[in-house]
Nanobody, 122 residues
Framework: QVRLDESGGGLVQAGGSLRLSCAAS????????MGWSRQAPGKQRELVAI???????NYAESVKGRFTVSRDNVKNTVYLQMNSLKPEDTAVYYC????????????????WGQGTQVTVSS
């Protein structure tokens, strides 16, 4: 079994910062891409940021220049540093990871965390 545990969400004023963490554990041989998505009330889940194993990154236009995604391959952990937060960043943030459980696994499987609430007050 593979588990992703998120932490770091909370309530912050507009202009403030938060750092989310997500640690993957369990039956893990290797992890390819890791990333963050978010879902606001009444809206579809959207990709926020993604980082590959060799640290290539991609961001949603709405967070470029404000959010930074990083990872620690030894700890199987992905981070999301969120600066200059806006009320429209309010959402449940989900991490995900593309995991190969065994050396003989043919492909990667995407796993999701349970989500952490981020609320930005105006």
């Amino acid at each position: 079994q593979v588990r992703l545990d998120e932490s770091g969400g909370g309530l912050v004023q507009a202009g403030g910062s938060l750092r989310l963490s997500c640690a993957a554990s369990g039956s893990i041989f290797s992890i390819n891409a890791m990333g963050w998505s978010r879902q606001a009330p009444g809206k579809q889940r959207e990709l926020v940021a993604i980082i590959t194993r060799d640290d290539s990154t991609n961001y949603a236009e709405s967070v470029k220049g404000r959010f930074t995604v990083s990872r620690d391959n030894v700890k199987n952990t992905v981070y999301l540093q969120m600066n200059s937060l806006k009320p429209e960043d309010t959402a449940v943030y989900y991490c995900n990871a593309d995991v190969k459980k065994y050396s003989y696994s043919r492909s990667f499987t995407k796993y999701w965390g349970q989500g952490t609430q981020v609320t930005v007050s105006s």
